[in-house]
């Protein structure tokens, strides 16, 4: 065997080691803390650890098992624009808002038809400013970094190469999928295909931005009871279809797609 043949084995067999450890060690400690304990920082923290071997080291393995496909990676991260990283901001307010209200006509909907009301659990409350901290880390931004270089830096990259046009829409499904918010799933497919065209357009550290401000406003969000209005409804759609037309606007005629592909 050659060594590079036998480089790209050692590299599965350690993804598939990370990923099986990412997720049954990390299933049964949520059981056992959420079962056994209130702890919040724990739990955050098992978030992080899970989020880092389900994702994360699996990605980093798999791709250094083919350094074309690294490079290829490594090519994507780039530091998206200002005007990106301010669209970003107001796409990553308005749009929570708009997938939130996607994914509570879509739980009615599928609750009517199937009786089935989802099976996620929720995670603690934040409620001193250390938990804050380490919520906004494990539950927004550790994640954030972990799902992008796993979805869209090894799945939509590989996808893209066999079906240009429908591989991030294809990715986006699986994204979803593997999120197992059934309850929610359009919401999260749309997701998805907006982080992969902000991939695209943006690389690893755009789409990750725009990731993290998303879960960093779902946190803030879900700690508090917020009505929706019309009058909000309508602000936050016209806020959302503005900011998404600024993200994923036409690039300058000298910008190109450097995600390497």
Not at 82 to 91: D, E, G, I, Q
Request: hydrophobic residues 55%; positive net charge.
């Amino acid at each position: 065997m050659s060594w590079s043949k036998g480089r790209a084995a050692l590299c599965w067999i350690g993804a598939l080691l990370c990923a099986a450890l990412g997720v049954v060690g990390g299933t049964l400690l949520y059981l056992r803390l959420f079962s056994d304990t209130s702890d919040a920082l724990a739990v955050y923290g098992v978030n992080a650890v899970q989020q880092v071997f389900t994702f994360a080291l699996p990605a980093l393995l798999i791709l250094a098992a083919r350094p074309a496909r690294l490079r290829a990676f490594r090519n994507s991260c780039f530091a998206p624009g200002w005007p990106a990283a301010s669209f970003s901001v107001l796409l990553a307010v308005s749009g929570t808002v708009m997938v939130s209200v996607i994914a509570t006509l879509w739980a009615q909907l599928l609750y009517s038809a199937t009786g089935y009301t989802g099976s996620a659990q929720d995670l603690p409350r934040a409620r001193s400013a250390l938990q804050w901290a380490a919520a906004l880390l494990a539950v927004a931004v550790i994640p954030a970094l972990c799902e992008e270089l796993f979805f869209r830096g090894l799945v939509q990259n590989a996808l893209r190469r066999r079906f240009p046009r429908a591989g991030v829409w294809i990715a986006a499904v699986i994204f979803a999928a593997l999120h197992f918010r059934w309850e929610a799933f359009p919401a999260l497919v749309l997701l998805g295909a907006v982080l992969g065209l902000g991939y695209v357009r943006h690389g690893y550290w755009g789409s990750a931005l725009l990731h993290g401000l998303y879960n960093a406003v779902v946190l803030l969000l879900s700690s508090r009871e917020i009505s929706l209005t019309l009058g909000l409804l309508i602000v936050c759609f016209a806020a959302c279809v503005f900011s998404l037309r600024g993200y994923l606007g036409k690039e300058s005629a000298d910008e190109t797609d450097r995600t390497g592909l």
